[in-house]
């Protein structure tokens, strides 16, 4: 865990015109960030990655979550069982596809990044079961 900044919850996160975020993101990374989407399982670049290095935000670049805390859940998307700071991400109720689940999204910016379950294997009891089209891994020189 690093000593990142956190970003105040209270703060107004970025916004970005959506024709420049077209422009810049992939039509997946669009649609996950922009829309809720969610890329199938098993077909994201970092669910079976295991390098050292901090998940980042794809939109804002906000560094949400380490590479020490990441885990296979079997699930097939990248899984943590915690944020870098709890600042960095916010989690919303979400009713939708017919079931109550728990949003993440970065606090920094708004964008979608996956939802956190209590069924975690480690004393935190959390899985942040993570987009793989939301992030991006940026590894230590």
Do not use: I
């Amino acid at each position: 865990m690093t000593n990142a900044e956190p970003t105040p919850k209270t703060a107004t996160p970025k916004t970005f015109d959506p024709a420049a975020l077209k422009a810049r993101l992939t039509p997946e990374q669009f649609h996950v960030t922009q829309t809720a989407g969610t890329e199938a399982p098993f077909s994201g670049e970092y669910w079976n990655v295991w390098d050292d290095g901090t998940y980042h935000c794809v939109v804002c670049d906000e560094p949400l979550f380490d590479s020490a805390t990441k885990f296979d859940a079997g699930c097939g998307w990248p899984s943590f069982d915690r944020a870098l700071v709890d600042d960095k991400v916010t989690e919303k109720r979400d009713v939708s596809h017919g079931m109550v689940r728990t949003e993440v999204v970065c606090t920094g910016c708004g964008a979608h990044l996956g939802h956190v379950f209590p069924d975690g294997p480690t004393e935190t009891g959390a899985r942040y079961c993570m987009n793989s089209a939301s992030l991006t891994l940026a590894k230590p020189e």
